[in-house]
Structure formats: structure tokens, C-alpha cells
T-cell receptor, first 115, second 112 residues
Framework: DAGVIQSPRHEVTEMGQEVTLRCKPI?????LFWYRQTMMRGLELLIY????????DSGMPEDRFSAKMPNASFSTLKIQPSEPRDSAVYFC?????????????FGQGTRLTVV | KQEVTQIPAALSVPEGENLVLNCSFT??????LQWFRQDPGKGLTSLLL?????REQTSGRLNASLDKSSGRSTLYIAASQPGDSATYLC???????????FGSGTQLTVLP
């Protein structure tokens, strides 16, 4: 398996624009997580899906952020409108049965810069 | 709310030394604890996963221990090499969403 695949790897956009980040989890994994990493706050969980259903989105910072998982092999994280403070590295992770018994595998991340 | 602390924040050692990285967490009701490695500009690579019922896990030169009752874990790296230089992150799975809560990491530099 190619692991968790995220695209794009890098995104530079202007303030106010819509940004869409994409993630393909490992085949067979039924849990998917979106994290954000910044120097100030470290790694924070934004939202968690189990069997394509959002379970906990309490980490989503504002209504400008939304996430979907239309099927088991694809998820998106959208920011509309984007702001400079959204600049961070966004990671997607998947695991076989939540984080209870199995390892979480992370993608390479999307480095977002909002100017 | 679960909080994870890693000490030290940075560590520099000469090649060949054995070293210990520390991780502590405030809520002992965890499902598991995972150690990750992160190279600059890269994603997270899982190193070891310890289930809440386990005391330790080993992989090659790495050994991780877990004392759930005291809220502590250590990552032991034997015979360190320059290629071990990276940031090491500890994360615990807890809470209703079984989410991973991360420490801020230990930045390790192994000098040749």
C-alpha cells in the first residue's frame, strides 16, 4: 500500500480564497483523522471520521472549516474563506479501528500558506 | 482534558550514546500510547505502539515503556546514530473520540 496520500503537498493562496485539501486513507482503514500542526500549538486534532461518518468535529476552529468523507477512500478539508492565521501543515491520518488498538499512519502533510 | 508533556525539548548527544526521551500524560485512562518520528518538512512515522495493557515494546534499537498508573512513558534509543536525528513525538489515545493528544516533541541531534 502507498500509505496515506495527501494533495497538494504545498499550497499558497491569497487571503479570502477557498482552499481544498485532499486525503486518500490506507485501503481497509475505517477511521480517518485531520490534524493541524503549527509551531505555537503543535499537533491538534480537527475532525475524526469513522466509517465515513464525522464523529467529533470539536477541534474545527471555525465555521470557515469544513470536512467531508463521501466514501471510504477519499476525504476533503475545506477552508472558505482562508485567512493568514490558517497557515500551517495539515496532516491526514488513518487507522484500522480508531486509535484504540491499531497504529495511526500519517500522510506527508499539506503545507498551507495564506498570504 | 488530556495533556502530554515531553522532556527535554531538545537533546544533543555524540554518536554511540544510549539515550532516554521522556513523556508524561495527565489522564491515565488511555487506550494506547504511540511514539512517532518526524523529520524536518516531513510527515510522522510511527515507531512504536504500546497498548494500555502492555508495559513495553521493542523495535530494533528502540524500546518504549509505559507506566499507565503514573502517567509516564520513556523511549530508549540504544547506540544512537546521526540518522536518528529528528523530532520524536509522543501521543496518547484517550477520550470519547479516542483521539491522539500529542506532546510538543523532543528535537534530537546525534553528532557524528
Amino acid at each position: 500500500d502507498a500509505g496515506v496520500i495527501q494533495s497538494p503537498r504545498h499550497e499558497v493562496t491569497e487571503m479570502g480564497q477557498e482552499v481544498t485539501l485532499r486525503c486518500k486513507p490506507i485501503s481497509g482503514h475505517n477511521s480517518l483523522f485531520w490534524y493541524r500542526q503549527t509551531m505555537m500549538r503543535g499537533l491538534e486534532l480537527l475532525i475524526y471520521f469513522n466509517n465515513n461518518v464525522p464523529i467529533d468535529d470539536s477541534g474545527m476552529p471555525e465555521d470557515r472549516f469544513s470536512a467531508k468523507m463521501p466514501n471510504a477512500s477519499f476525504s476533503t478539508l475545506k477552508i472558505q474563506p482562508s485567512e493568514p492565521r490558517d497557515s500551517a501543515v495539515y496532516f491526514c491520518a488513518s487507522s484500522g479501528a480508531g486509535h484504540t488498538r491499531t497504529e495511526a499512519f500519517f500522510g506527508q502533510g499539506t503545507r498551507l500558506t495564506v498570504v | 482534558k488530556q495533556e502530554v508533556t515531553q522532556i527535554p525539548a531538545a537533546l544533543s548527544v555524540p554518536e554511540g550514546e544510549n539515550l532516554v526521551l521522556n513523556c508524561s500524560f495527565t489522564d491515565s485512562a488511555i487506550y494506547n500510547l504511540q511514539w512517532f518520528r518526524q523529520d524536518p518538512g516531513k510527515g510522522l512515522t510511527s515507531l512504536l505502539l504500546i497498548q494500555s495493557s502492555q508495559r513495553e515494546q521493542t523495535s530494533g534499537r528502540l524500546n518504549a515503556s509505559l507506566d499507565k498508573s503514573s502517567g509516564r512513558s520513556t523511549l530508549y534509543i540504544a547506540a544512537s546514530q546521526p540518522g536518528d536525528s529528528a523530532t520524536y513525538l509522543c501521543a496518547v489515545a484517550s477520550g470519547s473520540a479516542r483521539q491522539l493528544t500529542f506532546g510538543s516533541g523532543t528535537q534530537l541531534t546525534v553528532l557524528p
